[in-house]
């Protein structure tokens, strides 16, 4: 994730239709963040920054201890699982690896996005694409 821009961070002056500027200030209170904070996670938004993935390596590292782990000790198991998790949200705080019974005696392994209600459109196919392995 990329640090918060504060004084001396790239400025952009930006001539705003009559009216705007009081609705971002609305929504900046609604939100409880400054008027310059609340465009530039609209901005972010719109226009989210690249994410670094190699899935090749994410699923040797991560995801292969767990699918050839027998699963014998359920507690070193799901250590398994959480190292992978936390990984996956250094990715994106809203990746996850979990598992999920089917049944009573299937588990299924999952590597994906977590809420996709949370994430606007562009962002969901950006992580779409990373769980996916497309450039």
Request: aromatic fraction near 6%; glycine fraction near 6%; hydrophobic fraction near 45%.
């Amino acid at each position: 994730m990329a640090k918060k821009p504060g004084r001396g961070a790239e400025q952009f002056v930006v001539r705003l239709p009559e009216g705007m500027r009081d609705r971002i200030r609305d929504a900046a209170d609604r939100n409880n963040r400054s008027m310059n904070a609340e465009v530039v996670a609209t901005l972010e938004e719109k226009y989210p920054a690249p994410i670094e993935f190699d899935q090749n390596a994410f699923f040797e590292t991560w995801i292969s201890p767990i699918v050839e782990d027998d699963a014998a000790d359920l507690r070193a198991h799901a250590k398994l699982i959480r190292a992978a998790d936390e990984a996956a949200k250094k990715i994106h705080p809203n990746l996850g690896v979990w598992e999920s019974a089917i049944g009573n005696k299937r588990v299924l392994l999952n590597f994906g996005i977590r809420d996709q209600s949370l994430l606007p459109p562009q962002m969901r196919e950006v992580l779409l694409s990373v769980v996916m392995g497309k450039k």
